[in-house]
């Protein structure tokens, strides 16, 4: 079974455009949760999509949203991007997600943002 | 709010040693605790999932521990090999029940390293 996957991979930007990343579960996983890494705050969770509707949200500004398709592949984007936006940005997926207390969520490789 | 604390940030070890992981966590109303390896560059590879009913997990040369009323885990890495060099990630689930509403919160790790 593949795993998760993430597009691209690298990404380089300037300061004010924007960005949309890619995020494509596990085969039957329904629930997709973003998450952004920084050297200095570490893991934070973005939000969480199931069934095509953000089920949970994070404390990050609304610059950053997200959507998801009916074949649960997700996209975020984040838009007026600022140099403390650079970071590697994690999607996981799971069946249920937030729904089923006990579940583990797979990860993907993630995209490195540069934002110059 | 909860917060997730690791200790030691990093961790030094000859090849063949037994080594204790620490984790803390502020609010002990948690669904699962669940432990991540990750390797540079890389996304997050789940290890162990502890489920708050749980004292503990094993797998293979890994032994997860939860005292959830103290809100502290352990992760017991038995004879340690330099395969196992990688950042450690403690991560735990809560959130409100009654809004269906769930997060991880993550530590901010420990980086082994396994010397040969």
């Known amino acids: 079974k593949a795993g998760v996957t993430q597009t691209p991979r690298y990404l380089i930007k300037t300061r004010g455009q924007q960005v949309t990343l890619s995020c494509s579960p596990i085969?039957?996983?329904?629930?997709v949760s973003w998450y952004q890494q920084t050297p200095g705050q570490g893991l934070q969770f973005l939000f969480e999509y199931f069934s095509e509707t953000q089920r949970n949200k994070g404390n990050f500004p609304g610059r950053f949203s997200g959507r998801q398709f009916s074949n649960s592949r997700s996209e975020m984007n984040v838009s007026t991007l600022e140099l403390g936006d650079s970071a590697l940005y994690l999607c996981?997926?799971?069946?249920?997600?937030?729904?089923?207390?006990?579940?583990?969520?797979?990860f993907g490789p993630g995209t490195r943002l540069l934002v110059l | 709010k909860q917060e997730v604390t690791q200790i030691p940030a990093a961790l030094s070890v000859p090849e063949g040693e037994n080594l204790v992981l620490n984790c803390s966590f502020t609010?002990?109303?948690?669904?699962?605790l669940q432990w991540f390896r990750q390797d540079p560059g890389k996304g997050l590879t789940s290890l162990l999932l502890i489920q708050s009913s749980q004292r503990e997990q094993t797998s293979g040369r890994l032994n997860a521990s939860l005292d959830k009323s103290s809100g502290r885990s352990t992760l017991y890495i038995a004879a340690s090999q330099p395969g196992d060099s990688a950042t450690y990630l403690c991560a735990v689930k809560s959130g409100n029940s009654g809004a269906g509403s769930y997060q991880l919160t993550f530590g901010k790790g420990t980086k082994l390293s396994v010397i040969p």
């Open positions: 996981a997926s799971s069946k249920q997600g937030a729904k089923n207390q006990g579940e583990t969520q797979y």
């Open positions: 609010d002990s109303a948690i669904y699962n």
């Open positions: 085969s039957g996983h329904r629930s």
